[in-house]
């Protein structure tokens, strides 16, 4: 059962990625971001779920579809948690960049933290470097911990850092411990999950970004046995009140993982819209598509590469798993 499930969302991304890539160095991000969330919707209406989507499109008056509270699914489902991020890096696929992915976390009912849309400062490293990173410490104490985790000069390590004017310090401290940097546009769901994904080249992740987003990639974490901790960058008093309706947290506390995704039964489901590091981009042909997916399970521990094959006017073709 558990499989079919994954199975099933599985498709549900690759949905989203085939309609967003049609778009694809178009400069249309509303436009991609538009097919993804439709393609996306129409298909958890299929699947036998009780659904609730806690971290998706915004709040209801602000989004027609996968809005924060609206149930998917079939009445009399299975009930869960759903953190969709239709599109992630509209801008990305836009302009024909890397590293644009459709995203989905689900879990068991009640276990996903509604994250209110506001900031928050990420940290993230994978399973080698696990436990030894803090949303607290400095840039400089968290390159030379993940370094000596790794058993590699700290020159050798790559952090990934969103490219924004509030990270020039942290840029500035980093640079100085002699680590190199991978500046990234958008997309930072991408930055701290490649943390965990061997062959990315990417070892550390932090900075300042989404609250949704981290959510989604806190489970891809907790699944992949890597870390990830979390602090609220409120910008005005009206985010700290909708945290405080929205979270079962301490708001000014250190968010930890068991906080963010509490549950050892999450999974995190992505399928690639760019090409990128992690995962090939929607490759179209005369009578179908080629997709490229990763599967993380928390339940089972196993992390899964998916080549899924559509052809035209049929249901899937054939998928191979790595």
């Not at 302009?95 to 992915?101: A, I, M, R, W």
């Not at 987003?213 to 046995?225: P, Q």
């Not at 008093?237 to 963010?260: F, N, P, T």
Request: aromatic residues 6%; hydrophobic residues 40%; negative net charge.
């Amino acid at each position: 059962m558990r499989t079919t499930r994954i199975v099933e969302m599985l498709e549900v991304t690759e949905a989203a990625a085939l309609a967003a890539g049609r778009w694809m160095g178009k400069g249309a991000k509303n436009d991609a971001d538009q097919a993804a969330v439709a393609a996306m919707r129409e298909q958890l209406g299929k699947l036998d779920i009780d659904g609730t989507i806690v971290i998706g499109e915004g709040e209801r008056d602000e989004a027609p579809m996968l809005y924060i509270g609206e149930r998917v699914g079939v009445d009399g489902g299975e009930p869960i948690d759903i953190a969709v991020d239709p599109l992630e890096g509209t801008n990305l696929t836009a302009y024909g960049q890397p590293n644009s992915l459709a995203v989905m976390a689900f879990g068991p009912k009640d276990t996903l933290l509604h994250a209110p849309d506001t900031y928050m400062m990420k940290v993230a490293t994978g399973p080698l470097a696990a436990g030894c990173i803090h949303v607290d410490a400095s840039p400089a104490e968290n390159c030379r911990c993940v370094a000596k985790a790794l058993d590699r000069p700290v020159e050798d390590l790559v952090v990934c850092i969103l490219d924004r004017d509030r990270h020039e310090d942290m840029i500035r401290e980093v640079r100085e411990t002699g680590a190199r940097i991978r500046l990234i546009s958008d997309g930072d769901v991408f930055g701290a999950v490649a943390t965990a994904i061997e062959g990315t080249g990417i070892h550390l992740y932090m900075g300042i970004g989404g609250a949704p987003e981290g959510v989604l990639a806190c489970a891809a974490m907790k699944c992949i046995g890597g870390q990830f901790m979390g602090r609220f960058a409120f910008r005005n008093d009206d985010e700290r009140r909708r945290a405080e309706q929205m979270s079962g947290c301490d708001i000014d506390g250190v968010l930890d993982m068991d906080c963010l995704v509490n549950t050892d039964e999450a999974a995190f489901i992505a399928t690639g819209v760019t090409d990128g590091e992690m995962l090939h981009g929607v490759r179209y042909f005369g009578k179908g598509a080629r997709t490229h997916s990763v599967a993380m399970d928390g339940k089972t521990g196993t992390v899964r590469f998916i080549e899924t094959v559509y052809r035209t006017g049929t249901e899937k073709f054939w998928v191979r798993m790595e």
